[in-house]
């Protein structure tokens, strides 16, 4: 998406005249025009030169924004939104006080109170006219803009706001110098009472009054619209301006645009971070809530990435760039929030399309009310007075502002919160989410094996088991192995070297420590070295059953324990997850493990249904099904989630996921907690509830105010001076935009006020041996083949297995579980057993038979 900024835009008419305009340029094919940002975001081929003449055309200006705010923190998108009105707005409202206070003292003072005058006015009733005139004028000369704005979007064929005021202060100003005139000309012939009636017909105030009042709610609306934008632009305020690099030995400071990948730079204690890089040497702990919200710092060592605007706080950092300029993380988020500040949510299209026609529809309104009037008899100034009260009362503006304001404030909000919507859309949709699916691995769990159980044999303690297995497994590189190793290190065991280490595919390892032979691995291995306990193998299976994996350790002749590993669950995600159950959502749980695996994370995270066993492709053929029982959302980390995410009605990436799975994602969780889904859905269900309120009360205000206006209450007594049209106007604005602000106030994570919505139905699970698309419930009469493998002990055996045998071209999918020790393949096409074995036996697993 390219994104402009926009000049001389003042209401939701204008915003609708610039998208339809760059609408029509051959080659954009999709336009969105931000109010509330002054911004435009244009998709499609077309030049950058054709779509600014296009909008110059319509009567507006643009501009292309800078490419990135991190290699140009103080340039026009900053720029573009600071805020430039309110200062203006300011002075040209304090001159235009001054000047309608002195005219409120000629017009309404003077005439009704009796307020005195210089003596030369007395008895000199033109001399009072023609000084209100000349005051009245002024302000018409301090407010020009209205004029400017108002006529010329008329002659473009699209009125605006402006038009509605311009034509009301012209209407009584015109009027009011026509009743000067007639003064005049009943003074000269000596007519004293026709001069008093004319003077009663000056509304030279009410022309210098709505000017006035309106600029108050611009000025008002200006100041709050500056507040919605903070989040945004206290973002591109984060940007560092310099960075010290590493240069021939020396330390040179540079400015932040001159960094490249690859170069070396040093952060001090107290400085911020310039780019993203990764760690090479020293220690410290950084501040990273300017990008996550998460206050506590996070300890950085080698090795560990760093983000740019993130604060060192205690040591000293030697670190290399790894993304610089528009592709730090700072960047990223900057953009996916100016993404969302310039594109609409589809409930926005309700206000666009009356917006669209509201104000030549109010032109009308006002001049067949002053028409209806003159017809039932009331003289000229009663007339024109109903239609210019029904000019100035109308506001397109609180239609135009209803829906982005509450759009970037919600948006601002979850920015704080480390909560990205990519698109105005994205959060609008998340808010009607029904159904959440979740990845198992890295959503749910943390993704990384974890050692969970220390079952020492009789005799032996856990220190000593612990010890021997990390002297085991220190020369590995299985995933196992470093969980082992980690948990020692966890516990301050320093593991003795080994000698003669041999791995063993499939079965486990074996070496010697101080000359007496240590072994470990799966219980079929063990079992051919050591007898084995029932009640430690009973206790090993219950493990199994668990989800996790058993690993068998011996020594000198016996068995010396068991350490159970698993990828355990995150301490967030019950909680989480049953916090969306409260809300009325239902949960699924998706996962290419084994069912038993899959059914005990499923059982400890509290989800409502586990769906295991799933490829890739099986997940979007999930979310297709499930998007049948209503909206859905899905969350995942992983490459092989971007389908489903990109299925799903609102795709939620883990920040600590993927490139791809972010890219394919609608909302990117940058702090990596599962409970910030709960979170997201309640932020959007508040911004969708106040927009609700805005669209309410804009539409309810024109509603009841443009009859007021128009006189349709008067016999009941009812009536509006245009004066009161004006402030009215102008409030509306500002109250719309306040009512948004509130949103600041809002706590995302506390679950108090949840509603809960009526729980949708879930399809049923999918059977076992199903083909690809799994969660169709109907059984398929598909050719099928078990085969009892050896030598699985874990998640990583399983997949790789199940990645062999689905490479063959025969097979369409095969369901693998390294605890009942079996791969049953759905096939295509007939195979030869001998195949299905060669390509399980050469990664080292050992087949006994296929039926």
């Given at each position: 998406m390219k994104q402009y900024n926009v000049t001389g835009m003042s209401c939701a008419a204008c915003s609708a005249r610039v998208e339809k305009a760059v609408s029509k340029v051959p080659g954009v094919t999709a336009c969105s025009v931000s109010l509330l940002t002054n911004s435009m975001g244009v998709e499609g081929t077309a030049s950058p030169q054709a779509i600014i003449q296009a909008v110059q055309e319509a009567g507006y200006g643009a501009s292309p924004k800078q490419a990135g705010p991190a290699a140009a923190p103080a340039g026009s998108d900053l720029d573009a939104l600071a805020d430039h009105e309110t200062p203006k707005l300011k002075r040209r409202l304090l001159a235009s006080l001054g000047f309608l206070l002195v005219l409120m003292y000629f017009s309404m003072g003077h005439m009704m109170w009796g307020w005195p005058l210089p003596g030369w006015f007395d008895g000199n009733h033109v001399a009072v006219g023609l000084v209100q005139l000349l005051l009245a004028g002024i302000v018409m000369v301090i407010n020009q803009k209205f004029f400017i704005s108002g006529f010329k979007s008329l002659l473009h064929g699209a009125p605006n706001m402006d038009t509605l005021v311009a034509l009301g202060s012209t209407a009584s100003f015109v009027w009011s110098t026509y009743a000067l005139f007639q003064m005049t000309s009943a003074q000269l012939h000596g007519d004293s009472a026709g001069v008093m009636e004319y003077m009663m017909e000056l509304y030279f105030e009410s022309a210098a009054m709505i000017l006035t009042l309106i600029t108050v709610g611009k000025m008002l609306e200006a100041r709050s619209k500056g507040k919605t934008t903070s989040a945004l632009k206290s973002l591109m305020k984060l940007a560092p301006q310099t960075a010290t690099l590493l240069r021939e030995g020396a330390e040179v400071t540079v400015p932040i645009g001159q960094v490249r990948r690859g170069d070396q730079f040093v952060v001090r204690p107290g400085e911020n971070i310039p780019v993203d890089g990764v760690v090479l040497e020293g220690s410290s702990a950084v501040n990273e809530s300017a990008l996550t919200g998460?206050?506590?710092?996070?300890?950085?060592?080698?090795?560990?990435?760093?983000?740019?605007?993130?604060?060192?706080?205690?040591?000293?950092?030697?670190?290399?760039?790894?993304?610089?300029?528009?592709?730090?993380?700072?960047?990223?988020?900057?953009?996916?929030?100016?993404d969302a500040a310039a594109t609409k949510a589809p409930i926005a299209k309700i206000a666009d399309r009356v917006s669209g026609v509201f104000v030549p529809v109010v032109i009308a309104i006002a001049v067949i009310t002053t028409a209806i009037w003159l017809l039932l008899g009331q003289n000229l100034a009663f007339a024109l007075a109903r239609g210019i009260s029904v000019l100035v009362i109308s506001c397109p503006c609180a239609l135009g502002l209803a829906t982005p304001v509450a759009i970037m404030v919600g948006n601002g909000l979850g920015a704080k919160n480390g909560i990205l919507f990519k698109t105005a859309a994205s959060l609008e949709a998340a808010g009607r989410t029904q159904i959440v699916a979740l990845d198992k691995t890295g959503t749910i769990t943390r993704g990384e094996p974890q050692v969970t159980d220390l079952l020492p044999a009789a005799g032996v303690t856990e220190s000593e088991l612990l010890t021997l297995a990390a002297a085991l497994e220190q020369k590995s590189e299985h995933p196992l192995a470093r969980a082992v190793l980690a948990h020692a290190a966890g516990q301050a065991v320093q593991p003795p070297q080994v000698t003669d280490f041999e791995a063993l595919p499939g079965n486990g390892l074996t070496a010697k420590l101080e000359g007496r032979s240590i072994f470990g691995g799966s219980l079929a291995f063990i079992q051919t070295l050591v007898p084995v306990p029932a009640a430690l193998a009973d206790q090993a299976q219950t493990l199994a059953q668990q989800g996790k994996t058993p690993l068998f350790f011996g020594g000198e002749g016996r068995l010396l324990g068991v350490i159970a590993v698993a990828d355990t669950i995150k301490e967030d995600s019950p909680d989480a997850i049953r916090q969306l159950r409260d809300m009325g959502i239902r949960v699924v749980m998706l996962t290419g493990d084994n069912q038993q695996t899959a059914d005990a994370i499923g059982r400890q995270a509290g989800v409502d249904q586990v769906i295991a066993g799933v490829l890739p492709d099986g997940k979007e053929s999930v979310i297709r099904a499930l998007s049948e029982k209503g909206k859905v959302a899905m969350v995942g980390d992983g490459i092989n989630d971007a389908p489903a995410l990109t299925r799903a009605d609102t795709g939620i990436a883990i920040g600590a996921g993927t490139d791809v799975a972010i890219d394919a994602a609608d909302v990117v969780l940058m702090n990596s907690r599962l409970s910030d889904v709960p979170a997201l859905i309640r932020l959007s269900r508040a911004t969708l509830r106040n927009i609700h309120e805005n669209l309410f009360w804009a539409f309810i205000y024109n509603i009841i105010g443009i009859p007021l206006a128009a006189g349709v209450f008067i016999p009941l007594g009812l009536t509006l001076n245009p004066m009161f049209g004006a402030a009215a106007m102008s409030l509306s604005s500002f109250c719309v935009v306040s009512n948004a602000l509130r949103l600041n106030l809002f706590n995302i994570h506390s679950a108090r006020k949840d509603k809960p919505i009526r729980p949708v139905d879930l399809p049923p699970a999918p059977a076992p041996r199903q083909t690809a698309c799994p969660i169709n419930t109907t059984e398929v009469n598909a050719m099928q083949k078990t085969i009892q493998i050896e030598g699985m002990m874990c998640g990583h055996c399983e997949a790789t297995v199940k990645k062999a045998l689905e490479a063959l071209p025969q097979v369409d999918s095969a369901q693998v579980s390294h605890t009942a020790g079996t791969a049953v393949v759905t096939l295509n096409a007939d195979v030869e057993d001998s195949v299905l074995k060669k390509a399980v036996e050469d990664k080292d697993y050992t087949v006994t038979g296929i039926v």
């Amino acid at each position: 998406m390219k994104q402009y900024n926009v000049t001389g835009m003042s209401c939701a008419a204008c915003s609708a005249r610039v998208e339809k305009a760059v609408s029509k340029v051959p080659g954009v094919t999709a336009c969105s025009v931000s109010l509330l940002t002054n911004s435009m975001g244009v998709e499609g081929t077309a030049s950058p030169q054709a779509i600014i003449q296009a909008v110059q055309e319509a009567g507006y200006g643009a501009s292309p924004k800078q490419a990135g705010p991190a290699a140009a923190p103080a340039g026009s998108d900053l720029d573009a939104l600071a805020d430039h009105e309110t200062p203006k707005l300011k002075r040209r409202l304090l001159a235009s006080l001054g000047f309608l206070l002195v005219l409120m003292y000629f017009s309404m003072g003077h005439m009704m109170w009796g307020w005195p005058l210089p003596g030369w006015f007395d008895g000199n009733h033109v001399a009072v006219g023609l000084v209100q005139l000349l005051l009245a004028g002024i302000v018409m000369v301090i407010n020009q803009k209205f004029f400017i704005s108002g006529f010329k979007s008329l002659l473009h064929g699209a009125p605006n706001m402006d038009t509605l005021v311009a034509l009301g202060s012209t209407a009584s100003f015109v009027w009011s110098t026509y009743a000067l005139f007639q003064m005049t000309s009943a003074q000269l012939h000596g007519d004293s009472a026709g001069v008093m009636e004319y003077m009663m017909e000056l509304y030279f105030e009410s022309a210098a009054m709505i000017l006035t009042l309106i600029t108050v709610g611009k000025m008002l609306e200006a100041r709050s619209k500056g507040k919605t934008t903070s989040a945004l632009k206290s973002l591109m305020k984060l940007a560092p301006q310099t960075a010290t690099l590493l240069r021939e030995g020396a330390e040179v400071t540079v400015p932040i645009g001159q960094v490249r990948r690859g170069d070396q730079f040093v952060v001090r204690p107290g400085e911020n971070i310039p780019v993203d890089g990764v760690v090479l040497e020293g220690s410290s702990a950084v501040n990273e809530s300017a990008l996550t919200g998460e206050s506590i710092p996070v300890d950085k060592a080698p090795g560990d990435a760093v983000s740019a605007a993130t604060v060192n706080q205690s040591g000293f950092l030697r670190c290399e760039a790894t993304r610089v300029g528009e592709d730090t993380t700072l960047s990223q988020i900057i953009r996916m929030v100016s993404d969302a500040a310039a594109t609409k949510a589809p409930i926005a299209k309700i206000a666009d399309r009356v917006s669209g026609v509201f104000v030549p529809v109010v032109i009308a309104i006002a001049v067949i009310t002053t028409a209806i009037w003159l017809l039932l008899g009331q003289n000229l100034a009663f007339a024109l007075a109903r239609g210019i009260s029904v000019l100035v009362i109308s506001c397109p503006c609180a239609l135009g502002l209803a829906t982005p304001v509450a759009i970037m404030v919600g948006n601002g909000l979850g920015a704080k919160n480390g909560i990205l919507f990519k698109t105005a859309a994205s959060l609008e949709a998340a808010g009607r989410t029904q159904i959440v699916a979740l990845d198992k691995t890295g959503t749910i769990t943390r993704g990384e094996p974890q050692v969970t159980d220390l079952l020492p044999a009789a005799g032996v303690t856990e220190s000593e088991l612990l010890t021997l297995a990390a002297a085991l497994e220190q020369k590995s590189e299985h995933p196992l192995a470093r969980a082992v190793l980690a948990h020692a290190a966890g516990q301050a065991v320093q593991p003795p070297q080994v000698t003669d280490f041999e791995a063993l595919p499939g079965n486990g390892l074996t070496a010697k420590l101080e000359g007496r032979s240590i072994f470990g691995g799966s219980l079929a291995f063990i079992q051919t070295l050591v007898p084995v306990p029932a009640a430690l193998a009973d206790q090993a299976q219950t493990l199994a059953q668990q989800g996790k994996t058993p690993l068998f350790f011996g020594g000198e002749g016996r068995l010396l324990g068991v350490i159970a590993v698993a990828d355990t669950i995150k301490e967030d995600s019950p909680d989480a997850i049953r916090q969306l159950r409260d809300m009325g959502i239902r949960v699924v749980m998706l996962t290419g493990d084994n069912q038993q695996t899959a059914d005990a994370i499923g059982r400890q995270a509290g989800v409502d249904q586990v769906i295991a066993g799933v490829l890739p492709d099986g997940k979007e053929s999930v979310i297709r099904a499930l998007s049948e029982k209503g909206k859905v959302a899905m969350v995942g980390d992983g490459i092989n989630d971007a389908p489903a995410l990109t299925r799903a009605d609102t795709g939620i990436a883990i920040g600590a996921g993927t490139d791809v799975a972010i890219d394919a994602a609608d909302v990117v969780l940058m702090n990596s907690r599962l409970s910030d889904v709960p979170a997201l859905i309640r932020l959007s269900r508040a911004t969708l509830r106040n927009i609700h309120e805005n669209l309410f009360w804009a539409f309810i205000y024109n509603i009841i105010g443009i009859p007021l206006a128009a006189g349709v209450f008067i016999p009941l007594g009812l009536t509006l001076n245009p004066m009161f049209g004006a402030a009215a106007m102008s409030l509306s604005s500002f109250c719309v935009v306040s009512n948004a602000l509130r949103l600041n106030l809002f706590n995302i994570h506390s679950a108090r006020k949840d509603k809960p919505i009526r729980p949708v139905d879930l399809p049923p699970a999918p059977a076992p041996r199903q083909t690809a698309c799994p969660i169709n419930t109907t059984e398929v009469n598909a050719m099928q083949k078990t085969i009892q493998i050896e030598g699985m002990m874990c998640g990583h055996c399983e997949a790789t297995v199940k990645k062999a045998l689905e490479a063959l071209p025969q097979v369409d999918s095969a369901q693998v579980s390294h605890t009942a020790g079996t791969a049953v393949v759905t096939l295509n096409a007939d195979v030869e057993d001998s195949v299905l074995k060669k390509a399980v036996e050469d990664k080292d697993y050992t087949v006994t038979g296929i039926v």
